[in-house]
């Protein structure tokens, strides 16, 4: 998969991992990247975010704050770190 993240509206990063929305209308979708020894970004992985109930994560609003996600859904906040991103999805 080579995803085309060129309209991203926002990304996160530890400093070797990045997190890209993957575009304007397509909110609550994202993308995994981690740079390489060459220095060029991977190809990277979508990942899919659920909430506590292991449903799609459907947020209304999105913030990102150098290492850490901010989404909402409904009138609940929710915080995620590039770390906690990573770690579950093997790519640490």
Do not use: C, W
């Amino acid at each position: 998969m080579n995803p085309n993240i060129s309209d991203s509206s926002g990304f996160s990063t530890d400093g070797y991992h990045f997190l890209f929305d993957a575009g304007y209308g397509k909110h609550g979708t994202f993308v995994l990247k981690k740079m390489e020894k060459s220095g060029r970004l991977s190809k990277g992985q979508k990942i899919d975010l659920l909430n506590e109930d292991d449903q799609p994560f459907k947020q209304a609003r999105q913030d990102f704050r150098q290492h850490r996600l901010l989404l909402s859904e409904g009138n609940l906040l929710y915080r995620v770190t590039m770390g906690e991103i990573t770690s579950a999805t093997g790519l640490d």
